[in-house]
């Protein structure tokens, strides 16, 4: 567990991202329109929150089925806000306020057209009518979250005001109050919960309206986000991960897991060389292929090669691969680059090559922080 300490009387809110690799928690504080960091932590070889499918969450199992699964839940969320708790304790963050993301492969999302109304009451009825004729899984098991899209998605209707754009996200009632007993037991108040896409869409890509690719590279699985007009549209998840390339470099060099991450650390730190490790290409060739399948998609439904991101931006702990990024520039021939979810956040200059090392894992804590600290028109 590493962690940095702050100063007693700072206060403000958590990010908190509880991965499959471990817990990442920011805290932020607004000072004069900006976001100054309080403090920040977390936790290594930590089997985070398991990602459930809507479909997973929605089984209804038999009496007994359902006493066991409770019971086995009620444990491993007290385990997992212990964990929190203690680093939370440790990094001395002082605010009990905190907001967390919630998984991509959890939650459901899609575009609806609805009638254009400034009457919130039916305007959420609208939207439940049309949530329920798409959702996988009845209405009453989820929680239902909606924004208008921006005005990049015009079209002949909605431009005449008689109909709106919105995007929608449901995720299973089970889920939520998962994540609500984790909080509860670290003594926390957990005030919002966030999909992992938009807290990612704040740190890295802020308002710009173009088409941009995420690729959100975790221990076991990545996420590949596209997103236009700052909304992610398309999401896939293949189950390629850091620990891929460990198990690629044991294999090559016949060394330890551990010696295969010591490795790799010093190779991303070093960066020595402009080209990928021959011992890396079979674990990063069917993250491009999926970035190819991702593209074609992108343009079939978007309106063709007009829609071709412009830029694909990585993160996530394994993002700092020596030259991955400079292998998918020259492959696809667009610019690639590691995000800096730090660029907006006010902090001591001592703490710069730590946090640059440390920056990829904590783009999604940090947008989750930002939520509340500089809150973004919905």
Known sequence: MWFSKKKEEETGILGVDLGVGGIKLVEL????????????????????????????????????????????????MKRLGLALKMLVE??????????????????????????????????????????????????ED???????????????????????????????????????AIFKEAGLQLKSLETESFALVRALVGNDPAAVMVLDM??????????????????????IGGRDFTKALVEKLHVTAEE????????????????????????????????????????KQLGGAAARPDKIILTGGSSLLPNLDKYLEDYFQMRVYVGDPWARIVYPE?????LDQLGPRFGIAIGLALLEVLPSPK
Do not use: W
Request: charged share 25%; hydrophobic share 45%; glycine share 4%.
């Open 29 to 76: 504080i607004s000072k004069n329109g900006r976001a100054h960091l309080g403090t920040y932590g977390f936790t290594e070889g930590f089997l985070g929150i398991e990602k459930k499918t809507m479909a997973e969450e929605s089984v209804k199992n038999t009496e007994q089925q359902a006493k066991e699964a409770a019971a086995q839940d009620a444990v491993e």
């Open 90 to 139: 440790k990094c001395g963050a002082k605010s009990k306020q905190a907001v967390a993301s919630i998984p991509i492969s959890t939650v459901f999302s899609a575009v609806i057209t609805v009638a254009k109304t400034d009457d919130k009451a039916q305007l959420a009825g609208l939207v439940q009518q049309e949530a329920k004729n798409l959702l996988p899984v009845p209405l």
């Open 142 to 180: 989820v929680v239902l979250d909606y924004r208008e899209l921006p005005e990049i998605f015009v079209d002949v209707e909605t431009a005449r005001k008689t109909r709106t754009k919105l995007i929608v996200t449901a995720a299973p009632r089970k889920a939520v109050a998962r994540y609500t």
């Open 218 to 239: 975790g221990a076991a699985r990545t996420n590949v986000y596209l997103i236009r007009g700052a909304v992610p549209l398309m999401h896939r998840s293949i189950n």
């Open 260 to 299: 295969a991450e010591q490795i790799k650390i010093d190779l991303a730190m070093r960066r020595d060389g402009d080209t990928l490790l021959d011992a890396f290409k079979p674990a990063a060739d069917p993250i491009v292929q999926e970035i190819k399948y991702h593209i074609q998609l992108f343009e």
């Open 350 to 354: 001592a703490l710069k090559m730590a």
